[in-house]
């Protein structure tokens, strides 16, 4: 039996898998797949709207956007809006602060600057100054403008974990002291788990290269540290691994991950919030049942850890009068879907020597019958190679994050550590989801897929496509496209998930916005 540290089986966008039969289960961490994209509104015509939208909610007491009644308030979410804005041609053109909603969003954003140069509102530090600086940077540098931006630049750069760090008692996000060795070095977190991600560590270093940081600073060369080792990918350079941790070793994947630790009791285990993903597929021929569990009381997906699911699939196959099941007892593999925890899931594949397939979808469902919420629920199918090793599985938002920081930190396109992120990204590219996640933190990942694409300048990638051809595809035209059939006729754009703030409707018009403003000039 294997329980392993990464990704489930999913077929790449658009690819097919080895062992895929034709009733290959998608189950929520499944493979994406684009649909026939029918051109609506152009990018202008979306642009035009969102703005229109977003000026008729903004507050008019504060000037910001997405203001709680109650508190706190983040500057993040109007620094996002405000950069859309600021991109688009007629509203900068000539100074944007004649613009009187340009002008009080600017007010409101640097009333919520701290005297310790950060700009938040008693949560968030990191995310929220590191937005809120790639928003100011956009307008003309006034000397007044220069001394906030470099403020707030130099309290990022004290919450960034390294020999730089700046501890904090009593402060939630306060990085720690840590030399390169440590798996936390180089990167910037939300606090709450005592660990930097590379979301987090994504928005800072685009905040230094918004700020004209050089890339040859100190902090822009200890964040490379940390991204690499979010990297799943063995490859070695000149006789050194690109990514040292062991979670890493041996890995053909070139995207990544979200953290190299859960939190910090678990130091160097490594996240993904997509889970696992089988990789060096070995074994003679089997079966893989995928299995999604229902909704409990409350409404929300039941989870199973990891070890409880393996230990009833092993009861009922010890307890089993079929020698076919039997003879198998405690050898299968179980690999987690979406995980927060990186130890329990809603979702999950498992993997079996046994061949017939209703042998399996019986197993599984007698075994979870409490748990499953239809029989759509279980779903198998055929596999030329059952076995192989589980490791963390890199996923779309964070793969064009940390392909975006490549750049920014100013690795050319031969570099290895870019050249396998853009293999990654030619096999599972897709607008119509967040592959690996489907539609969770969806419109995050539009913001960082076009932010990445355009920092590459090419409007056309080589995308795999069935049978492991390459097709051309322009990825602004199919972006705008996609975005066009999400948005609202009020310009707003539709909710389709609730995770990481995505219902909120001012949040994700943002994100469409500034993912538009990019994509634009790609069409």
């Known amino acids: ?50 703005i229109a939208y977003l000026r008729s909610v903004q507050d008019e007491k504060t000037g910001g956007w997405a203001i709680p009644p109650q508190g706190p308030t983040f500057p993040a979410i109007t620094a996002l809006v405000l950069s859309g804005m600021l991109m688009e041609p007629g509203v900068n053109a000539g100074d944007p602060s004649n613009d009187p909603g340009v002008k009080r969003a600017v007010e409101f954003i640097l009333s919520k600057q701290q005297a310790d140069g950060g700009i938040y509102d008693r949560l968030l530090p990191s ?93 822009f060369q200890r964040a490379l540290v940390f991204i690499q080792r979010t990297q799943m990918t063995g490859a070695s350079v000149d006789g050194k691994r690109i990514n040292d941790m062991p979670y890493a070793a041996e890995s053909t994947q070139g995207g990544f991950i979200y953290a190299t630790s859960v939190n910090r009791a678990t130091i160097g285990d490594g996240q993904s919030q997509a889970g696992e993903f089988v990789e060096s597929l070995s074994g003679g021929p089997g079966v893989i049942g995928a299995v999604r569990l229902g909704k409990g009381a409350d409404g929300k997906p039941i989870v199973l850890t990891g070890n409880e699911l393996e230990r009833r699939i092993q009861l009922y196959m010890k307890q089993s009068t079929d020698p076919a099941v039997n003879n198998q007892a405690g050898n299968f593999m179980v690999v987690l879907g979406p995980s927060g925890d990186g130890t329990s899931a809603s979702s999950f594949e498992v993997h079996f020597p046994i061949t017939e397939p209703e042998k399996v979808r019986t197993l599984l469902w007698d075994t979870l019958s409490q748990e499953l919420e239809n029989a759509a629920a279980v779903q198998v199918r055929p596999a030329e190679r059952w076995q192989g090793v589980s490791r963390l599985r890199a996923y779309g938002s964070m793969s064009y994050a940390g392909f975006k920081s490549l750049l920014y930190a100013g690795l050319k396109k031969d570099d290895p550590r870019v050249a396998a992120a853009m293999d990654w990204i030619q096999r599972n590219y897709t607008v119509e989801e967040n592959p690996g996640l489907g539609t969770d933190g969806m419109y995050y990942y539009y913001v960082v897929m076009a932010r990445a694409l355009h920092a590459l300048g090419q409007p056309t990638l080589d995308v795999t496509v069935a049978g492991g051809e390459k097709s051309a595809r322009n990825w602004g035209t199919d972006l705008v496209a996609r975005l066009s059939t999400l948005q609202n006729e009020d310009g707003s754009y539709r909710s389709v998930d609730d995770r990481w703030m995505e219902d909120n409707t001012v949040l994700i018009t943002a994100y469409g916005l500034v993912a538009l403003q990019h994509a634009r000039g790609e069409e």
Request: aromatic share 6%.
């Open 1 to 50: 039996m294997a329980l392993g540290q990464g990704g489930g089986v999913v077929v790449p966008p658009g690819a097919v898998s080895p062992d895929a039969g034709d009733e290959a289960m998608k189950v929520h961490a499944g493979e994406a797949k684009d649909p026939e994209l029918i051109p609506g509104r152009s990018a202008a015509e979306q642009a035009a709207k969102a």
């Open 127 to 219: 995310y929220n100054t590191a937005i809120s600086i790639s928003a100011l940077a956009k307008l003309p540098r006034t000397p007044e403008l220069q001394e906030r931006i470099d403020r707030a630049i130099a309290f990022l750069k004290s919450l960034q974990y390294g020999e730089g760090a700046q501890v904090r008692d009593g402060f939630a996000e306060s990085a720690a002291v840590v030399d390169r060795t440590h798996p936390f070095y180089g990167g910037w977190g939300y606090g709450r788990h005592g660990r930097p991600d590379l979301s987090n560590s994504g928005w800072a270093v685009e905040a230094m290269k918004d700020a004209g940081v050089d890339p040859s600073d100190a902090a």
